[in-house]
């Protein structure tokens, strides 16, 4: 069956799934693996690199590819510990680094992009904005390292004028992807998740559950929901939307409350006669697990959870409330009573199309290893906490 460059269809003419989610994952996972990718936007184009995984052969494969000096591209808050702030918007375009005693170049823009050492080279630097901005490549550049799970900082060729970058990068061996496509994925992938199936798992307090599976047409991302009782479609249902925690939820972490905010939901919702709780896959508010160790070990030097993420060039707060909504109104759920302390959730839900028509409080006493964390959200992130 021949795939169009948008949708593959069946022999009736029925949509399948739009085939740009694909693209937009192949890309990341290429990424991942240390591959370049081309990214485009009408008739320009940078190649792509990810600076946390970055060789130094790279940079010279990159020069000859545009034919042009590489640049690397940083976040807005990236950029603004580095002292290099944008030229316009939220990506920063930076001159590649002068190599510094003992180490090569690919090391020192590693060192950009990953905040580990920053305490022990203080000194980093200086560092150069490039003298244009950047473009709407960049911008989804940065967005494909975040959808690989890396760290938000690229390596990006010189940009330069193509009139069609899907052949150009055919003919060097490479992945290409439109910018459009990477910055609307977030929204494709949500409209595009499916009921996949659902089964009878009892769990200890919450006997009469069902786990319901859900993943979007092409293959992506996999949301789960589970139905406490058999909850009323007709009345605002009670809701929890819980990001899944590793370290909190499965191996009982003190250093969050994830695991005690999860198994409380299910008790209350059991209490309450039902509810529908949405288990995200959006670990670490949004920026993956292992990006999260990185921001636990950054507030082990002293920083906040906060200041941790925002240091790594994400934002504080990456989660998306698009799936969320999606399965609630797949399942016939219009309305919800919300489980939550984070105005955020409310606002974001509602945005997408759900009914907030109360928001419930859900708080739990902290520990000696979480108190910092729970203040931090409370005081900087608004979470209405005691």
């Known amino acids: 069956m021949a795939i169009s460059p948008k949708t593959a269809t069946d022999r009736g003419g029925k949509t399948l799934f739009d085939h740009t989610i694909v693209t937009v994952e192949r890309a990341a996972s290429e990424l991942r693996r240390g591959r370049p990718v081309l990214a485009w936007d009408q008739q320009r184009a940078v190649v792509v690199q990810s600076a946390e995984l970055l060789q130094e052969d790279w940079i010279d494969g990159l020069r000859s590819l545009a034919d042009g000096e590489p640049v690397v591209g940083l976040t807005y808050n990236r950029a603004n510990i580095l002292h290099v702030l944008p030229r316009s918007g939220d990506v920063a375009l930076v001159l590649l680094p002068e190599i510094m005693a003992g180490d090569s ?58 009139p069609d ?27 595009a998740l499916r009921q996949i199936t659902a089964a009878k798992v009892p769990l200890a307090g919450a006997e009469q559950t069902t786990m319901v599976a859900f993943r979007p047409d092409d293959g992506g991302t996999e949301h789960f929901a589970l139905l406490i009782g058999d909850p009323n479609r007709h009345d605002p249902v009670l809701t929890r939307i819980h990001s899944e925690c590793f370290t909190g939820d499965l191996l009982g972490s003190l250093k969050c409350d994830c695991g005690e905010q999860l198994n409380g939901a299910i008790r209350h919702m059991q209490n309450q006669g039902g509810g529908v709780l949405l288990y995200l896959a959006q670990e670490g508010r949004g920026i993956g697990l292992i990006n999260k160790l990185r ?45 939550t302390n984070n105005p955020l959730k409310v606002e974001g839900l509602e945005a997408c199309g759900v009914t907030v028509t109360e928001r419930v409080k859900h708080a739990f006493p902290s520990n000696a290893h979480n108190d910092h964390y729970l203040k931090t959200k409370k005081k900087r992130s608004g979470h209405l906490l005691p």
């Open 105 to 162: 170049q690919a090391r020192v823009i590693q060192s950009m992009a990953d905040p580990d050492d920053d305490l022990m080279r203080p000194l980093l630097g200086p560092f150069h904005v490039a003298p244009t901005g950047a473009e709407p490549m960049h911008e989804a550049g940065l967005k494909l390292c975040k959808l690989a799970r890396l760290l938000p900082a690229a390596l990006f060729s010189a940009s330069f004028d193509v």
């Open 165 to 191: 970058a899907p052949g150009w990068a055919a003919a060097r061996g490479l992945l290409s992807v439109a910018a459009k496509d990477i910055m609307s994925y977030d929204q494709s992938d949500a409209a």
């Open 295 to 339: 921001a636990y070990q950054l507030q082990d030097q002293g920083f906040d959870t906060v200041d941790a993420n925002e240091r790594l060039g994400f934002q504080s707060d990456e989660r998306i409330f698009g799936p969320a909504a999606q399965m609630l109104k797949i399942m016939g759920f219009d309305k919800v009573r919300l489980l």
